[in-house]
């Protein structure tokens, strides 16, 4: 089988290697920040970390956005 994208997850790279050697055999590398929680100083780590490695951030995903409407909403937003 063959697929287009293949995401690959792993712990955050300021308290494990694992992000940053995944990060020398993946086509791209994101980084998940969490809204009103990750810290901008650990962002610019993180970033840090992965550029040390001479490999690049492509993009930022915003993760844990409060639900402000139910046109678009998480699914643990439903249950309630």
Known sequence: ???DVIIIDSPNCLNSSEALILSKVVDYTLLVV????TK???????KLA???VNEKVTGIVLNKIPCQTKKICCCSCLKK
């Open 50 to 52: 992965i550029e040390n």
């Open 34 to 37: 969490a809204q009103n929680i």
């Open 40 to 46: 901008f100083e650990n962002l610019e780590k993180a």
């Open 1 to 3: 089988e063959s697929f």
